[in-house]
């Protein structure tokens, strides 16, 4: 069975780095999902698998180890919660860039983008620099 | 010994964050986070006085013992990176409530703040490396929001970089905790570090520690896995970039300390001569990049990454006088940048862009400004009278000591971007502050509620020169703390081998209900 989980997580794994290198936002989020389910099959596996026993102490033992278990838990919690963020960024990316396309976002370092000015959702533009846009007002009425 | 002390400065801002969260109008919230950031700081002085014995404090979680609960322990190296960071907490709220943003305070940027003092308090605290992982997602969290919070392009465009990069990286310490229970069947610091010391080195536990350091490594934004920093920290408002860019980096090296010191210690050859190479070129491609920016802050972040580059090569050169050093250099490397980032804020408000260039003679305008910066830059660079020759001149000496190829190739490389980031830090002085000041340029106001804290800062700063042997003192006690492996597993574990109770076979259950199942 080690090596059958063996495979499913490279397979996992894999398909996951391959859309996390694509330039589509959704497909990097989706990406970054596939590793997360291969990672939590890796804590599984290398705790040792074993068909019968469950973690559970409400039924006769032998018992499987339950902390992978409570560590795989507590892994997808946290996933699910930077999942529901990094699709909220996405979505708020979408909106202000106009488009999915990671490239597009350009290299910062370089500073050369300004071009795609369209956006995608006028009803939700970015106020872009919200910082400086009442300069005056936020200089004068400091503590 | 335990106490309930180190769990203190965790729960005490997340607490605080807990409470911003309510439709609070602005001073009562404003009051409510600078009393808990300051009471975190004053908690953490106090663990830094609890923990100057050498004694470790243990708070054991709903009351199970080491290696089977979760432990927080403070010994002084945490305690250490605890006081440094409530410290630079208190700066940044200080800059944040001095200068109003009402579009992020609306959507809780006090809250999110105290929730990422939270989670880098619990990552200096925690004493299991499953919880580690924990810490840093709520860290990371906390950090991601305030990264995109206003969401201007820029910071959408950075904070998505930053987010992508950052949990690849938490995916690859998810793993390295499974494969680390796998190997050694515990996550618990102290019983980790036990166990490794009864095998000796061996290749499996080598090749954790490897795996582990990669993952500190870009957390800590070591040269190839830090390309999201130069880009995501100019993108932030001030207050959080000053926070992030003093704070956030030190605690992918606190973790590197830790792993590599106290817990793998026999196996850390390895991870060392690649921390070493690192550290090299982080310091190099810190110090070019530096000299390759036209923005402030820009040219600041860039000399974060060679700071955390001297960093890891004083971790990676292995020996006592380096760690010392090394732990030295931490506490100049936050204030100074913590420093950099305020001055950068008001000269940024002053001449009204965040370009370096364009903008003469603000040694006229502005001389404490002007002080200051000077007193910054020779600090980062490393020149005599300053704390940073100091902790760089014992970096070298360490180095050199060592002897080995690489650690010399190191300490040319240490020599070589010393000069290079005081070549680029010059600059923005010839830039921004020489010359005769240009009548025709405005000169924005910055009240004087927002220039404060840059010049305390950098008046620490001063200090740190000043006060250089006590530090050097401390340091040298934590260095002989984290090398005895024993006295830190005794302290966490207790004197008795721990035992590990035997697989429950369900009988004793099945008694108490009657034998039904």
Redesign the interface.
Known sequence: MNSLFALIIGVLVGTGVFLLLSRSIVRVVIGLAFIAYGINLTILTVAGLSQASPPLLSSPGPYVDPLPQALILTAIVIGFATTALILTVALRAYQVAGHDDVEAFGDNLARTVDSDLERADPEHQSPDQPDWEDDTLAGGRSL | MNSALPLAPILLPFGVGLLCLLPLRRPLKAGLALTGTVLMFLLSLLLVNATADGSVLVSELGGWKAPFGIVMTADRLSAYMSALASLSGVFALWFM????????EKHHAFALTMFLFTGVQLSFLTGDL?NLF?AF?VML?AS??LA?L?????Q?????RY??MN??A??LL??A???T???LGTLNFAHLAQRSLELGPRTTVTALAVLLMTVFASKGALFPLGFWL??TYP?L??ASSAFFAAILTKVGVYALIRVLTTVFQADSALPQIFLLGLGAATMLFGALGALS?REWR?ILSFTVMGSVGYLAFGVGLGTPDALRAALVYVAVSVLVTLALFLIAAVAE?AGGTPLTRHRRGFVDRMPLLAGSYLLCALTVSGLPPTAGFVAKYALVRAGIAQGSPLAIIAVVCALLASLITLFALLSVWRDFFWGKADKTMPL????A??QTPAYVASGLVAGLSLFAGPLFTHAEATTRELRDQRHYIRSVLGEGPVVIPP?????E??KDKGGT?
């Open positions: 409530l001095a200068a109003e943003d009402r579009v992020r499953f924990v997602e969290v991601y929001a995109v206003g969401s201007t392009r820029e959408l465009r950075e904070g998505f987010i992508v949990l690849a938490s995916s998810v793993a905790c499974g494969l229970y796998g190997t130069p880009g993108a408002p001030h920016q820009r408000r924005h106001p910055v009240p509620g927002q697989d429950p076979q369900g009988k259950l099945m199942p």
